[in-house]
Nanobody
Framework: VQLQASGGGLVQAGGSLRLSCVAS????????MHWFRQAPGKEREFVSR????????YYADSVKGRFTISRDKSKNTVYLQMNSLKPEDSGVYYC???????????????WGKGTLVTVSS
């Protein structure tokens, strides 16, 4: 599976961004899709995940109520809608995939190149 994330940018606090991650290669619909982020000097942290059916979704407490993950099987794409952004949301956002789900970066099988999100105060 090859993953390509996009949609990052510079936004003011309180603003919104929508990230996209397009998958190619092996069957997209069989993988659990995740978003992670990494701020400078910090470890990569879990943000959200969505099951292959879309019926199971999980968020980190820090983004719950503000971020929404979704997937479009017809487009092999997973999205992360980010609202009410805060400066602490800044970092490089990565999409990742595996077959069983997880909350830690080392458990992922496939990674895309990240997309940078900068939230100014």
């Amino acid at each position: 599976v090859q993953l390509q994330a996009s949609g990052g940018g510079l936004v003011q606090a309180g603003g919104s961004l929508r990230l996209s991650c397009v998958a190619s290669g092996r069957t997209f619909s069989t993988y659990v899709m995740h978003w992670f982020r990494q701020a400078p000097g910090k470890e990569r942290e879990f943000v959200s995940r969505i099951s292959y059916t879309g019926g199971s979704i999980y968020y980190a407490d820090s983004v719950k109520g503000r971020f929404t993950i979704s997937r479009d099987k017809s487009k092999n794409t997973v999205y992360l809608q980010m609202n009410s952004l805060k400066p602490e949301d800044s970092g490089v956002y990565y999409c990742a995939a595996n077959s069983i789900g997880g909350l830690v970066a080392r458990g992922m099988d496939y990674w895309g190149k990240g997309t940078l999100v900068t939230v100014s105060s």
